[in-house]
Nanobody
């Protein structure tokens, strides 16, 4: 059973930075495509960034140039570095691990951007 635990959320000011972490257990991380999603109040969940097992990345247009996803397979951890945070980045951020038809979700971590 794959378990994912996110951490690093919290309160940040506009223009500030946060780094989210997602640590996996119960599996070898390297075989999964890892992704970060977010869901703001009243909005649909959206894909923020993903990183494939061979390190290719993809980002939502709204975060390109501001967010960076990376992975450390030895530590079974995926990171989301968020810079130049905006009010619209406020959401619950979820980590996922996907391989084939299986997708596993973490419990989410709240990110609030406010002055």
């Amino acid at each position: 059973q794959v378990q994912l635990v996110e951490s690093g959320g919290g309160l940040a000011q506009p223009g500030g930075s946060l780094r989210l972490s997602c640590t996996a257990s119960g599996t070898i991380l390297s075989i999964y495509t890892m992704a970060w999603y977010r869901q703001a109040p009243g909005k649909d969940r959206e894909l923020v960034a993903l990183i494939t097992s061979d390190g290719r990345t993809n980002y939502a247009d709204s975060v390109k140039g501001r967010f960076a996803v990376s992975r450390d397979n030895a530590k079974k951890t995926v990171y989301l570095q968020m810079n130049s945070l905006q009010l619209d980045d406020t959401a619950v951020y979820y980590c996922t691990a996907q391989r084939g038809s299986n997708t596993y979700w973490g419990q989410g971590t709240q990110v609030t951007v406010s002055s």
